[in-house]
């Protein structure tokens, strides 16, 4: 079961933070890699990587041109999450059949083709909120709740989890 | 069980996107009021507040000027979500049993009285990720995923879920 994440329409001044959080998110909660359409964006992939290299784990963004071209090519299952599309709970058991499936998030507006190139439309409650939110819910349905104590290999840093305050080991 | 969630230290330039995805995943997932400290934003105010007109249900988000009296003076109990802190899975049963709720998210940089405050340490993934993320799985948990379908009273407009494209019924 691979997921990945594509995000819509990041522009660098408006949505860096919001994008960064989408693809931390993606990555804490077991997605492998993540792809964003809209404007090339130098510091969000650094800040990504370097999240990875710190905390372990292979996962990586890409930035691609054509959001059609990419869903049209994708070999797998594609899954838009919208506010819009049928509740989670109807959806969840058809989706978790996919072997290799794109989640798509958007940004501020997303095409309608999206809605209709996507095998699914699926809403995370039917309430304007937050695509970090709902694509956090989504990967935590889909894979049972088992991501919340996911190791990643080979990190450099690693919290040992306190009652009060911090503790960090560091291996590097 | 009425939870209401802080906010700690906003910045209108900076996180003014974060922080409205923070109180839209509240609202959305069942929280009843949200309050922040940093600095005082009216556009954030007026944002959520608009949100609940328009989609129902009275969420309302205010300034609070200190975080320490607040939590001292805080009728309840309180859980700070921090990656540092204890897993989610040991601490929930225990939170659960809480009648009011006080749910804080921080900023860029959490005070060291925060840990000591609150009563509960709790980290949703030991990965850095993002405080909308940790906040909607928790609430998500708390409420037992019961949130997703949840009736909001007297709204202005409401999704009728849809395969594909958009449906909105609008009652005004």
Known sequence: MAVSVLRLGHRIFRDQRISTHVFLA???LGAYEGFYTGEKDKNLEKSVKKISEQWGGNFKIKHISSYKKFLKEWKGRTIHLTVYGLPLKKTITGIRKAKKLLVVVGGEKVPPEVYQLADWNVSVTSQP?????ALALFL??????????RKFPKPKMKIIPQERGKLVKKSY
């Open 26 to 28: 993606a990555r804490a």
């Open 129 to 133: 909120h937050s695509e970090v939110a």
């Open 140 to 149: 935590d349905r889909y894979f049972h709740g088992k991501e919340f104590s």
